[in-house]
């Protein structure tokens, strides 16, 4: 591939920028913000893990897990980050403690510690307020009627997990530019006419860019995978409140 445009430099617009960098000749990223500054991933909490709310499994939860794991071998293999700076944080000597305060929450989670006891197990409550130093009496001790710990899991601080996403990309193709100008759905063909391929993937907006049938609406866990019936244009939303009507 010669030249590859992406709209958007949030995880999923970095995520591909990520992907695809060795192969392309050149990588251009459109965003207002600079990298780390998108408006939806840099303010996510950065809490990685394949479950769901109640404990289930998401889907593709564990595959996206291992995918985004790997991604962070090979950002601390390139040494864009050292794993005891706090930045990211991953693997069974830091799992992610999770507090339930509703009886049928913690009734699932139970269920899934005893499922899968190398993934996630059951924290007593004494444990958990010891971890992360919080002493009774307390208010919110008080609502806690469980805790477990999900080893398959990690932390990252967003803005400079996706700084660190760019500087990958930029030492893996020397022609990678970001433009901090907003790329519009008027200028979209423009961009077409200069880019082998586009790749739209702003999240919540990029049903601005195409046309999508039927209308769609927002909800809760859902992907979008939208090919436009023009060879050069693929539009991807990484959008996790989208579904057809």
Request: charged share 10%; glycine share 18%; aromatic share 10%.
């Given at each position: 591939i010669s030249?590859?445009?992406?709209?958007?430099?949030?995880?999923?617009?970095?995520?591909?920028?990520?992907?695809?960098?060795?192969?392309a000749e050149e990588v251009?990223?459109?965003?207002?913000?600079?990298?780390?500054?998108?408006?939806?991933?840099?303010?996510?909490?950065?809490?990685?893990?394949?479950?769901?709310?109640?404990?289930?499994?998401i889907w593709k939860g564990r595959e996206g897990f291992q995918a985004a794991t790997e991604v962070m071998d090979k950002l601390r293999d390139a040494q864009l980050f050292e794993e005891d700076d706090g930045f990211v944080r991953y693997g069974t000597q830091h799992p992610i403690l999770r507090p339930l305060f509703a009886e049928d929450d913690n009734k699932s989670w139970l269920k899934t510690c005893k499922n899968y006891p190398k993934l996630a197990e059951e924290l007593p409550r004494s444990e958990y307020m010891s971890a992360i130093g919080m002493q009774e009496p307390h208010m919110s001790a008080n609502n806690i009627v469980g805790c477990v710990a999900l080893t398959e899991s990690a932390t990252v601080h967003s803005p400079r997990y996706l700084q660190s996403l760019w500087k990958y990309v930029q030492l893996h193709c020397s022609k990678a530019q970001w433009h901090t100008s907003l790329c519009s759905p008027d200028d979209i063909h423009?961009?077409?006419?200069?880019?082998d391929v586009v790749i739209i993937a702003g999240g919540y907006a990029s049903t601005a860019f195409f046309p999508v049938e039927p209308k769609v609406k927002f909800v809760r866990g859902r992907n979008l995978h939208y090919r436009i019936n023009q060879p050069h244009l693929e539009a991807v939303s990484s959008m996790k409140r989208l579904s057809p009507v």
């Open positions: 030249s590859v445009g992406i709209v958007g430099g949030g995880f999923a617009g970095l995520g591909t920028a990520f992907q695809i960098c060795q192969a251009h990223i459109y965003d207002p913000f600079p990298a780390g500054a998108a408006k939806a991933s840099s303010a996510a909490g950065g809490l990685l893990h394949p479950f769901a709310p109640r404990g289930n499994f423009e961009k077409m006419a200069q880019h």
